[in-house]
Nanobody, 126 residues
Framework: EVQLVESGGGLVQAGGSLRLSCVAS????????IGWFRQAPGKEREGVSC????????YYADSVKGRFTISSDNAKNTVYLQMNSLKPDDTADYYC???????????????????WGQGTQVTVSS
C-alpha cells in the first residue's frame, strides 16, 4: 500500500520557521519525484517545491525561493521542506505528492502526482 504521511505543520509567527516531513512507503522511493504543494482557503493548489530523489534536481516556486529548502533522506524514505522567514501568505494546507519519474519542474508547475498525502496545516500569524 502506498502511503505519504506529512507532519510538522503548526502555528508560527511571521518570520519564524517550520520543517515539514513527508514519509513515503509502498513504492520505489528513488524512482520518483516528490513534491510539496499547498492550498490556501479559496485558492487553487499550487506547487511549492519538488525534488527528484535519484538525480537530486530541485524546483522552487518564485514565491518561496531563498526561504524554503527541500531535501531528502533516502535511508528514511523522507522528504523535508525547511521553511524559513515565513509570511502570512504562506498559510495553507501543505501536501506532499509522488510522481514516477524525474520531471520536477513539470510536477510543480502543473500540480501533478501519482500519489498524495493527506496534508498538514501551516498557519503563519502576523
Amino acid at each position: 500500500e502506498v502511503q505519504l504521511v506529512e507532519s510538522g505543520g503548526g502555528l508560527v509567527q511571521a518570520g519564524g520557521s517550520l520543517r515539514l516531513s513527508c514519509v513515503a512507503s509502498g513504492f520505489t522511493f528513488d524512482a520518483y519525484a516528490i513534491g510539496w504543494f499547498r492550498q490556501a482557503p479559496g485558492k487553487e493548489r499550487e506547487g511549492v517545491s519538488c525534488i527528484s530523489i535519484y538525480e537530486g534536481d530541485t524546483y522552487y516556486a518564485d514565491s518561496v525561493k531563498g526561504r524554503f529548502t527541500i531535501s531528502s533522506d533516502n535511508a528514511k524514505n523522507t522528504v523535508y521542506l525547511q521553511m524559513n522567514s515565513l509570511k502570512p501568505d504562506d498559510t495553507a494546507d501543505y501536501y506532499c505528492a509522488a510522481l514516477n519519474g524525474f520531471i520536477v519542474q513539470a510536477m510543480c508547475v502543473e500540480v501533478i502526482g501519482d500519489y498524495w498525502g493527506q496534508g498538514t496545516q501551516v498557519t503563519v500569524s502576523s
